[in-house]
């Protein structure tokens, strides 16, 4: 673990977040990115590790849905405890900061979701603040979304949404169930706004857009489907290019074929992971509202057959984005870290390798994409073991 205040990483092959560079380093200062060299330019005084023989060095994943990790689940413990325990989960994979997700529940919880949350941003660099998926969802689409805590927002609600924070708030809603002006009035306060678990249709998309709308949580999943005369939410998404589309590539959410078809649309795509306790832990069950859901053959499944998020990964879903999807490997880094940094409104300190940007990075085999090395605001942080 490097200590030094200034010093560089040298790598066969750098990726930056939009160019590729051969025999090149990154010379980090502080918590920050100095310079990108030719590694042959490199002071003869400065500290340098140098990764192993084809090894690539890329920004740092971000993952913007992260619901557990590491055995625990944020909606059973909504604590900084538990954060903890879901970032270093996910750092083993390449993960260097996340929204941890916390889905329908109580009033309670979610308030006490939030303030765990804002507690750990600034202190715990790798979270980058909040993801509520719920509770302004719609019934019909809710998937293991548990009905009772579903419901429309009240005044309270805004209150509590729209009050300062420390970090990033996403929301996710179904527009057809808040009322007009909740969503541009969420956005006026900083949070950004994704359409998810929603039977919205194209018009209701639309609306939601011009007052702020701009995300898609799980592209496709949980949401009103296309028809020749009713395009709904996902055709409003594709054709417009001021859309963030999450996509959860693990081969089961979502066929790969249809998604090859949403990368030829103009929205920006996003690797998410929806990721449960199992990943980075031993778990092979979990309670979600009561009900044991078992990981079975890499699905997170409810007793009646119901997806109830994910076993992903974020390097697993780089891999198969180049795999299943047939994306290039830069173009799958970029759907991991430069895409949902500029969706959080984080372009310009996040999802880079340039000077200035925070010296968030990852080491990886690029034909099995195993993680080697993180490094957080420029400190090199363990990975533990990879389950």
């Keep these: 673990m490097k200590t030094s205040a200034r010093y560089a990483i040298a790598a066969d092959t750098v990726f930056d977040g939009s160019a590729t560079h051969r025999n090149a380093a990154i010379v980090v200062e502080g918590m920050q990115i100095a310079g990108v060299l030719p590694r042959s330019d490199l002071p003869s005084d400065l500290d340098v590790e ?27 413990a909504p604590t900084p405890e538990t954060i903890a325990t879901l970032v270093a989960a ?46 302004f969802l719609s019934l019909e689409k809710r998937g293991v979304h548990e009905a009772s805590f579903i419901r429309e927002p009240t005044p309270t609600d805004m209150d509590l949404l729209c ?31 994704a359409l998810g678990h929603s039977m919205a249709t194209y018009e209701e998309t639309r609306a939601a857009m011009a007052e702020g709308l701009s995300g898609f949580t799980h592209l496709f999943n949980a949401m009103r489907p296309i028809t020749s005369r009713d ?18 590539v693990d081969g089961f959410h979502v066929h790969p074929a249809v998604l090859r078809l949403a990368l030829r649309g103009r929205s920006h795509p996003m690797l998410v992971t929806d990721a449960m306790p199992p990943v980075g832990g031993v778990r092979t069950s979990f309670p979600l509202y009561g009900q044991e859901i078992a990981a079975v053959e890499g699905r997170c499944l409810r007793s009646d057959g119901t997806l109830s998020g994910t076993l992903l990964d974020i390097a697993s879903a780089v891999r198969n984005s180049v795999r299943l999807l047939g994306t290039s490997l830069e173009e799958a880094l970029r759907f991991a870290a430069r895409n949902p940094a500029e969706f959080l409104g984080l372009g310009h ?39």
């Design 50 to 76: 140098t990764l192993a023989a084809g090894d690539w060095l890329a920004p740092g994943f971000i993952d913007i849905q992260v619901n557990g990790g590491g055995d625990v689940l944020f909606n059973d």
């Design 90 to 135: 996910h750092r083993r994979f390449g993960t260097t900061s996340l929204l941890p997700t916390f889905i329908t529940d109580s009033e309670e919880k979610m308030r006490a979701a939030i303030a765990a949350a804002d507690e750990m941003v600034g202190v715990e660099p790798g979270v980058l603040g909040i993801h509520l998926e719920g509770p």
């Design 163 to 193: 009050r300062e924070r420390k970090g990033v708030m996403l929301v996710t809603l179904a527009p057809e169930r808040v009322p007009e002006g909740f969503v541009h009035r969420l956005e006026q306060s900083g949070a950004r706004i």
């Design 231 to 248: 395009p709904g939410p996902i055709v409003a998404a594709l054709e417009s290019d001021q859309a963030w589309v999450g996509m959860i």
């Design 349 to 387: 300190m996040l999802g880079r390798l340039a000077p200035g940007y925070r010296a968030d990075m990852v080491a990886f085999d690029p034909e099995a994409l195993r993680v080697h090395a993180t490094w957080v605001a420029g400190s090199q942080r363990p990975l533990g073991n990879p389950k």
